[in-house]
């Protein structure tokens, strides 16, 4: 069974840092596209980051292009977010996705990911 759990959620001040992560587990990683999305209250699932296996392949959402850096480390299955210049609009529930599909592009449709976490809260205070 796939596993993703995310983690390192939590309350941050505007224009402060979090980094996320994923910990994946229940199959292998290293040859998957991940992604990372979000969620607001009454707001449509949204793109934030995707990263192809190898992590020359990267992919943001406008809205964050500059601000986050999307990185992986296949050693230990985990993904990561790396969030900078944080504003309350970044309020979310951030989710981590895996496709199943091997050497994947990192689409920005959530369509394209098989397999999802439970979410962490980043909370972005004014």
């Known amino acids: 069974q796939v596993r993703l759990v995310e983690s390192g959620g939590g309350l941050v001040q505007a224009g402060g840092s979090l980094r996320i992560s994923c910990a994946v587990s229940g199959r292998p990683f290293s040859n998957h596209a991940m992604g990372w999305f979000r969620q607001a209250p009454g707001k449509e699932r949204e793109f934030v980051a995707g990263i192809n296996w190898r992590s020359d392949r990267t992919n943001y959402a406008n809205s964050v292009k500059g601000r986050f850096t999307i990185s992986r480390d296949n050693d230990k299955s985990t993904l990561y977010l790396q969030m900078n210049i944080l504003k309350p609009e970044d309020t979310a529930v951030y989710y981590c996705?895996?496709?199943?599909?091997?050497?994947?592009?990192?689409?920005?449709?959530?369509?394209?990911?098989?397999?999802w976490g439970q979410g962490t809260q980043v909370a972005v205070s004014s």
């Open positions: 996705a895996i496709q199943s599909v091997q050497f994947g592009l990192p689409f920005a449709d959530p369509k394209e990911y098989d397999y």
